[in-house]
């Protein structure tokens, strides 16, 4: 492996470790407290906009790095013919799901903080994110069997 494929496969994963776990983290640390009350819209508020911004940012690099990889490592015949391409496309749908879910998902929690709720914005925005955590965990397990398969 090249010194630029290896640097980008290194940012790839970094940034996937990252977007994964700032959605866990979201949905079983920080969605819990707003949804009993034990915080207030300010401080959820700057949450949710990191979780936008790690999200936007993991997706765009996420995008950039893995086209990269996909297009030094497999032709068109090899994405939809063999295994590990059909979870390499499995992957991609999996990428738009999980950015889709996190964007519906802070959208819903930035609105109700916005107008100093907490626990409603909370409610509406749960479902969008415990699905979002699926997913993420879905990527992480379909990365790993693309890595077994090498």
């Known amino acids: 492996m090249s010194v630029v494929n290896a640097a980008v496969f290194g940012v790839h994963l970094i940034f996937a470790a990252l977007w994964a776990g700032t959605v866990l983290f979201m949905t079983y640390a920080v969605l819990p407290t707003a949804l009993n009350g034990d915080s207030s819209p300010g401080p959820l508020s700057t949450i949710t906009g990191k979780l936008k911004t790690v999200s936007r940012t993991s997706a765009l690099l996420l995008f950039l790095t893995g086209g990269h990889l996909a297009a030094t490592r497999y ?6 013919g063999t295994g590990r391409g059909h979870l390499v496309i ?33 409610r509406n925005a749960r479902p969008f994110l415990l699905g979002a955590s699926v997913v993420a965990i879905l990527l992480l397990l379909d990365a790993g069997a693309i890595l077994g398969l090498y």
């Open 90 to 122: 499995s992957m991609i749908v999996l990428w738009f799901m999980l950015a889709g879910l996190v964007e519906v998902g802070a959208s819903k929690l930035s609105d109700g903080f916005d107008q100093q709720k907490v626990r409603e914005p909370a």
């Open 75 to 80: 032709t068109a015949e090899s994405l939809t």
